[in-house]
């Protein structure tokens, strides 16, 4: 059983730095991808960023590569998303899912946190 607890959101303004973390408990996470996925109106959600633990590896979507940066903190068992330059087009509530490296689907969820970038 894997908790994940999110927070840092918050309002900023166009081109401000918000960081986001979701602390997990649980099993090692070797095992896990973990994701920031946003919550996108009228859509099942939209991949952000992807890190996969056990080796590092990182996904961004287009729209965020060279503003975020989504990485891990083995010691404290959690991962961060590191928001800059934000947009207001970045508005949006941001949910942590872990996946088992073996499945697709996203078994696990933090409980998500806003993040509202002004213009």
């Known amino acids: 059983q894997v908790q994940l607890v999110e927070s840092g959101g918050g309002l900023v303004q166009t081109g401000g730095s918000l960081r986001l973390s979701c602390a997990v408990s649980g099993p090692t996470l070797d095992h896990f991808a973990m994701t920031w996925i946003r919550r996108v109106s009228g859509n099942d959600g939209f991949r952000v960023a992807s890190i996969i633990w056990k080796d590092n590896t990182t996904y961004y979507a287009q729209s965020v590569k060279g503003r975020f940066t989504i990485f891990r903190d083995n010691a404290q068992s959690t991962v961060h998303l590191q928001m800059n330059d934000l947009k207001p087009e970045d508005t949006d509530i941001y949910y942590c899912?872990?996946?088992?490296?073996?499945?697709?689907?996203?078994?696990?969820w933090g409980q998500g946190t806003q993040v509202t970038v002004s213009s």
């Open positions: 899912a872990a996946r088992v490296l073996s499945s697709t689907e996203y078994t696990y």
